[in-house]
């Protein structure tokens, strides 16, 4: 089990496989959570944002699984900008073996 916790140690939830659903332009985490509910949520935030028109923003919500690992989901959660570190990296790394 691994912790979504705060800088304070808060502890926000607690997940078995961690995932997130990021803006892939911006890098915003805008969700952290159970891996198999992101999907779900970045469908319904999609919905969301195309019914008030913001089809170029719903075009950048993408869900991402991360490390399972305590203190790689701390720099995800309390650290700006980090996911969008993971996220262009993995990227790389998908486009290098195609």
């Not at 170029?56 to 570190?85: C, N």
């Amino acid at each position: 089990m691994f912790l979504i916790r705060d800088h304070d140690g808060h502890v926000h939830s607690k997940v078995k496989d961690p995932g997130v659903v990021i803006d892939k332009k911006t890098g915003t985490l805008i969700m952290i959570g159970e891996a198999s509910k992101m999907e779900d949520y970045r469908l319904s935030l999609k919905n969301r944002y195309e019914s008030f028109g913001a089809f170029a923003l719903s075009k950048d919500l993408v869900t991402m699984k991360i490390s399972k690992d305590q203190d790689e989901i701390d720099k995800v959660f309390q650290i700006t900008g980090y996911v969008k570190t993971l996220y262009d990296n993995l990227i790389k790394t998908v486009e290098e073996e195609v």
